[in-house]
């Protein structure tokens, strides 16, 4: 164990981090971008490779076959026979999935947007954090650097027979009750510390130092405006309106396969060897000795009679969609009322923070004349 340990710091590596450093090692090493990035290739392909749907079926298949019986008129017991089939289907919903695989690929690309955002969002929140315990600690260190010098106070004014007992003893209490918190605190930090290596794909082992400091700025916001510019933007909403552009596609798909004729496209060979495929040469006189029983063109026109019944499988089917748009129109509405809500929400934090933050300023600075007073 004390080898592994050995070899673990003996390549660790020191980073010293902007925040746009962290958030650049993120997004190179976050393996929900790289699976959102294999779903994303996945989803282009089949829409750039989306007209092979106009290629046609094609088979080839060849047999050699023996009677069981002796047929009566011909006296060669085996058959030589090859196949050739291609097939095209063409109908209007072939139209609606073309569309399908570009709606499925923008998609895509919101997903992809929504998981960078979720990985710079949470970098910003743990690098922030960081910092905030980094001056926390330095804050509870001061308190217990003065807890210990009231206590050495209050030691001495006790020796010397101007301080009591009491006041020895409850500057003694105050400064114990400060290291606990002071170890709690370090072990928060090596927490956090922890989960930031893991977001941007650093060994536990290695050391970090953050470079940029937490400014705080005053930024006044509107809600009407934040609400006006910014929710029709969000990638959620987003979302849901591709996932409803989806499922539309899908609804008009099943009508036109359902409701409209498929047209088809159909050419067959199937050679047949006249002779006997053992005695007799295959190709001496190939018009001669090869026939077509069955080969043909031919132009299908087929309509399913049964899916124009209202209460058919199909009808039902489809019935369920527009109630299942209908249901996701009904969120998307709920969800924008929310996204607006969230909006205002927001706002008023933000305001009653900035407020906050002034009165603690000003407590602030009344603590430290006050601290001055008392030295």
């Not at 009808?315 to 249901?327: C, D, T």
Request: proline share 3%.
């Amino acid at each position: 164990m004390l080898l592994a340990a050995c070899t673990g710091a003996a390549f660790a590596e020191e980073y010293r981090l902007s925040l746009s450093d962290a958030i650049g090692r993120a997004l190179e090493s976050s393996l929900l971008l790289q699976a959102r990035d294999l779903n994303l290739e996945a989803k282009k392909r089949s829409r750039d490779y989306v007209w092979n749907s106009f290629i046609p079926r094609m088979g080839l298949n060849g047999a050699m076959a023996r009677m069981n019986e002796t047929p009566t008129a011909a006296a060669d017991h085996w058959n030589l026979s090859a196949g050739f089939s291609a097939q095209l289907d063409l109908s209007l919903a072939l139209v609606q999935g073309i569309r399908s695989t570009s709606l499925e690929y923008e998609a895509g690309l919101i997903d992809r947007r929504t998981a960078e955002a979720q990985v710079k969002r949470d970098v910003k929140k743990s690098y922030y954090n960081l910092i905030v315990l980094q001056e926390s600690a330095r804050i509870l260190e001061q308190s217990l650097e003065t807890a210990r010098r009231r206590y050495e106070q209050a030691r001495r004014n006790y020796e010397t027979g101007i301080g009591s007992e009491f006041e020895l003893l409850s500057a003694q209490v105050a400064w114990e009750n400060l290291k606990p918190a002071l170890e709690e605190q370090a072990m928060g930090y090596q927490t956090a510390e922890l989960s930031f290596k893991q977001l941007l794909g650093l060994k536990r082992a290695d050391t970090i130092q953050l470079l940029d400091p937490l400014r705080i700025r005053t930024v006044e916001v509107d809600a009407e405006t934040l609400i006006r510019d910014r929710v029709a933007g969000r990638l959620d909403l987003q979302a849901m309106r591709q996932a409803l552009a989806i499922q539309r596609n899908a609804r008009n798909l099943q009508r036109r396969a359902t409701y409209t004729p498929l047209l088809s496209l159909i050419y067959t060979l199937d050679p047949t060897f006249a002779g006997d495929p053992f005695r007799d040469p295959w190709f001496q006189d190939p018009r001669g000795d090869w026939m077509q029983p069955t080969g043909m063109f031919a132009v299908n026109l087929s309509l399913s009679l049964d899916a124009l019944l209202p209460f058919s499988s199909t009808a039902v089917k489809i019935a369920n969609m527009e109630s299942g748009i209908a249901e996701m129109e009904k969120a998307l509405s709920q969800s924008r009322q929310a996204a607006e809500l969230e909006i205002e929400s927001l706002v008023l934090q933000l305001r009653k923070t900035q407020a906050s933050m002034e009165v603690l300023e000003l407590n602030v600075r009344l603590a430290e004349k006050a601290y001055e007073l008392a030295e």
